[in-house]
């Protein structure tokens, strides 16, 4: 058994996983085999769920009746909305009110005690749809209004647009949500994939686990560099300033440009890539194509500097933010959505990896002294 030190696990294998590759050298991505640029344009949200739980892409008719079934599970328990509403009068964070409803839904979940790969998949399919309500319910809560019940009829992203809103989302609009959800759907084994596949190690279920994996998004290491993103180019906005002019001086001042630099991707990132090219359709469709300039701008001039070069490239959260603030979604519901997505992914590494399972123990250098005299406590 080697003893050599692997901080952060970088570079371990701990498990084989047929679900999703990175190859960080060249910019790619892929679900199965298929090319994340593909899937992104061709294929739903929910055809990609089916793809990553059940291993093929499905039919016409597996697809009609996989989304029905899903969508018959979007309505929460009016418990658990209560209990957003309490969280958001208290003014919890969205992402600690998103991980304690999670939690309590399976308190409500009549089949929680199916056991097995079938049990694992059912249960990660109503997650999956009552997380987006749950979701919606909490920032209307925060604006003074009640929450929208999900209309069967919409697609996974149209109806979280729906119940975020009152309104219908356009067509422009459904699509690049559809996609962005698709593009944060797994992603190997990053922080809170790994946490909730340690949970799901030890045989708990997979409400625990996306429980988990959603604690450890809301880290800022993992989570938020979206928001981060935003915050920065509205910093930039409100300053009057050109954007590669104030990222000049930033730098100067010693600032990082957040949504640049991934620890697997040295080129840019294939998602930045395609939710660029969405920026542009939805700047096109609305008329104000502000984040666009800017992000664009400063792109291009961090690359003439030679951060790519340096390994330093764009990556998904550089324009998934201005992505959403075009929708009109607000900041810090920029993690919980990455949440609502990823859920997807959680769920399948679960089911995989309890099928072959091996509780996962890793081991830590001892470093504390050999031998301590204890003293008793009235001596001390």
Same mark, same amino acid.
């Given at each position: 058994m080697s003893d050599e030190l692997k901080r952060g696990l970088e570079g371990v294998l701990v498990a084989e996983s047929e679900l999703s590759h990175v190859d960080g050298e060249v910019g790619t991505l892929v679900y199965r085999g298929y090319d994340i640029e593909e899937l992104a344009r061709d294929a739903s949200y929910e055809e990609v769920l089916y793809l990553l739980w059940y291993g093929s892409l499905p039919t016409r008719e597996e697809?009609?009746?996989f989304a029905t079934s899903l969508a018959d599970e979007r309505d929460v328990d009016e418990d658990v909305l209560a209990t957003v509403r309490t969280l958001a009068d208290? #003014?919890?964070r969205p992402m600690a009110a998103l991980r304690t409803a999670t939690s309590m839904l399976s308190a409500y979940d009549d089949g929680a005690e199916v056991e097995g790969r079938e049990g694992t /998949?059912?249960?990660?399919a109503r997650i999956t749809a009552k997380i987006p309500t749950v979701l919606a319910?909490?920032?209307?809560?925060?604006?003074?209004? %009640? %929450?929208?019940? %999900?209309d069967p009829e919409?697609?996974?992203a149209g109806n979280f647009l729906y119940m975020l809103t009152g309104v219908e989302p356009d067509e422009v609009s459904e699509e690049t949500f559809d996609e962005a959800l698709t /593009?944060?759907?797994d992603h190997g084994l990053n922080a809170s994939t790994f946490t909730a596949m340690v949970i799901g190690s030890t045989m708990a279920d997979v409400y625990s686990?996306?429980?988990? #994996?959603?604690?450890? /998004? =809301?880290? =800022?290491l993992h989570g938020g560099a979206n928001q981060d993103v935003m915050e920065l180019l509205y910093e930039i906005h409100e300053s009057d300033k050109d954007p590669v002019e104030w990222v000049k001086d930033a730098r100067e001042a010693g600032r990082r440009v957040p949504g640049f630099g991934h620890r697997v991707?040295?080129?840019?990132? %294939?998602?930045?890539r395609i939710l660029q090219e969405r920026l542009r359709d939805l700047a096109a469709a609305s008329g104000d194509d502000t984040w666009l300039q800017y992000t664009t701008a400063i792109e291009e001039y961090l690359t003439e500097e030679g951060l790519v070069e340096k390994g330093i490239a764009p990556n998904v959260d550089f324009y998934s933010g201005s992505v959403y603030d075009s929708m009109g979604i607000p900041m810090d519901l920029y993690t919980p959505i990455f949440a609502m997505s990823r859920v997807g992914g959680w769920v399948a590494h679960v089911a995989e990896y309890q099928a072959d399972n091996r509780l996962i123990r890793p081991r830590a250098r001892y470093t504390g002294p050999d031998s301590a005299e204890f003293v008793p406590i009235d001596e001390r």
């Open positions: 697809l009609e009746s208290a #003014g919890e /998949l059912e249960q990660g319910a909490f920032e209307r809560a925060r604006q003074g209004q %009640p %929450p929208i019940d %999900p919409l697609s996974h /593009l944060h759907a686990g996306v429980t988990g #994996g959603i604690g450890a /998004l =809301s880290g =800022s991707y040295k080129v840019k990132d %294939p998602r930045a």
